[in-house]
T-cell receptor, first 113, second 115 residues
Framework: AQSVAQPEDQVNVAEGNPLTVKCTYS??????LFWYVQYPNRGLQFLLK??????LVKGSYGFEAEFNKSQTSFHLKKPSALVSDSALYFC???????????FGRGTSLIVHP | NAGVTQTPKFQVLKTGQSMTLQCAQD?????MSWYRQDPGMGLRLIHY???????DQGEVPNGYNVSRSTTEDFPLRLLSAAPSQTSVYFC??????????????FGPGTRLLVL
């Protein structure tokens, strides 16, 4: 079984400040975890993934995510937010026995100038 | 490569009408899937396929049919449209099972309104 939760519908941050978008997972076995971004009227674009190894994963556009096994979390982070980062962000997870990832409900990130 | 393409981009249907949403990929991907996106619900899996001739149900399959006669195409059929099927539909594909080497590629979406 696999499920992913994004507890925040919306995150607001000022440009230049660090941002965090939260994700927790419930995935049996060793999880595969992903972050995607969706800009208005577009499909989802892959940002980064955790498979195994280092708990800090670096991805596209300066984003990174921290895998925490004890807290079953995979939070998305960026040291300095840009207005252009404003978008809908999806966390996804996959267990060892599944074919297709399960997605969270999405978090709208709004970066204010 | 065109990647994953979806047609139409937007469609309005009346309750009870049927239609087919088209999805095609030119990357020779074995795995294809259909999701619907609804506000506050995220992406929910409708059907998926792990290769030509093989399909399976996802989380919300009722009211939808799929077939996979070729590697390239994975159409989604609405048998008798209902207002509850108003949504944005995304098709996705990957070369192999999503994991260490593979990620999903998404199409631009089809926005469906059922009156």
């Amino acid at each position: 079984a696999q499920s992913v939760a994004q507890p925040e519908d919306q995150v607001n941050v000022a440009e230049g400040n660090p941002l965090t978008v939260k994700c927790t997972y419930s995935v049996s076995g060793n999880p595969y975890l992903f972050w995607y971004v969706q800009y208005p009227n577009r499909g989802l674009q892959f940002l980064l993934k955790y498979i195994t190894g280092d708990n800090l994963v670096k991805g596209s556009y300066g984003f990174e995510a921290e895998f925490n096994k004890s807290q079953t979390s995979f939070h998305l982070k960026k040291p300095s937010a840009l207005v252009s980062d404003s978008a809908l962000y999806f966390c996804a997870g996959l267990s060892g026995g599944s074919y297709i990832p399960t997605f969270g409900r999405g978090t709208s990130l709004i970066v204010h100038p | 490569n065109a990647g994953v393409t979806q047609t139409p981009k937007f469609q309005v249907l009346k309750t009870g009408q049927s239609m087919t949403l088209q999805c095609a990929q030119d990357m020779n991907h074995e795995y294809m899937s259909w999701y619907r996106q609804d506000p506050g619900m995220g992406l929910r899996l409708i059907h998926y396929s792990v290769g030509a001739g093989i399909t399976d149900q996802g989380e919300v399959p009722n009211g939808y049919n799929v077939s996979r006669s070729t590697t390239e195409d994975f159409p989604l059929r609405l048998l008798s449209a209902a207002p509850s099927q108003t949504s944005v539909y995304f098709c996705a594909s990957s070369l192999d099972r999503v994991g260490e080497r593979e990620t999903q590629y998404f199409g631009p979406g089809t926005r469906l309104l059922v009156l």
